[in-house]
């Protein structure tokens, strides 16, 4: 199939009932952080069955469903973004130049379209699994650093979003550095959204790292924490010492 042909698929199986639900639970209304993004009606497992079925599509045509104006036709584009990256980064083909070319090649085409994803959803379902396996291989792509610091101070809340969610995969593979490099760059932001995530990963920290290192950052930066996000930082903490934490 081409991405033309996918796209016509995708908007035969419009569910507006389901349309509905998906545009009141997105925040589309004016104002609101997902205003003006559009939607088909079709849950995530519907999507990922697509996918399964469209890995043969030309990558260069990824960005024609990337750049739809449906939500759920962007997240196949991302779907797919992901497929080819998992596909390049198995144990053996690790240090493949030419595995290692695609991985890029993936990476590239995900930052340049990154502002697609512009809702959690598409930000959650794609940042860990590209860009945060991504921080775990070799790359020929530059300073790493450098390319995850301008997602994290870019003028754009998704962009933000990515540089954070990304450490989930780094936290379950033991490196910290990442999360506590981006948790205390975002820990002032303004948008709930980036609170939760931000929270959301000090709690993976705590939960496959060290809880002792969840409880020294808590120690220095407590008293300029949105209460958001420590509430889920503290999340898979025993009552008691919440309600510590919550006093403080």
């Avoid at 035969?12 to 004016?30: A, I, N, P, W, Y």
Wanted: one cysteine or more.
């Amino acid at each position: 199939m081409t991405a033309s042909e996918i796209i016509l698929y995708m908007e035969s199986l419009r569910d507006e009932k389901q349309r509905e639900v998906l545009m009141r639970f997105f925040k589309t209304g004016k104002g609101e952080y997902g205003e003006g993004d559009d939607f088909l009606g079709l849950k995530v497992p519907q999507t990922r069955s697509i996918v399964k079925n469209v890995t043969d599509l030309p990558f260069e045509e990824i960005p024609q469903l990337l750049d739809n104006h449906f939500h759920e036709i962007r997240l196949c584009g991302l779907l797919l973004l992901v497929w080819h990256f998992e596909k390049n980064a198995t144990r053996r083909l690790v240090y493949d130049n030419d595995a290692i070319k695609a991985r890029d090649k993936t990476v590239k085409c995900y930052i340049e379209n990154i502002e697609r994803a512009n809702n959690w959803d598409l930000v959650d379902l794609s940042a860990p699994k590209i860009l945060g396996r991504w921080l775990l291989l070799p790359t020929s792509l530059g300073d790493k650093t450098t390319i995850m610091d301008q997602l994290a101070t870019a003028d754009n809340l998704w962009r933000q979003r990515v540089s954070m969610v990304s450490t989930w995969t780094t936290l379950r593979a033991g490196d910290s550095d990442w999360c506590l490099r981006y948790a205390k760059m975002h820990l002032r932001h303004p948008h709930d959204l980036m609170n939760k995530a931000v929270g959301w990963m000090l709690r993976e920290m705590g939960k496959h790292i060290s809880m002792d290192l969840l409880r020294d950052f808590l120690r220095e930066h407590i008293h300029e924490m949105p209460r958001t996000t420590l509430r889920y930082a503290i999340e898979k903490m025993m009552d008691e010492e919440r309600k510590e934490w919550l006093r403080v």
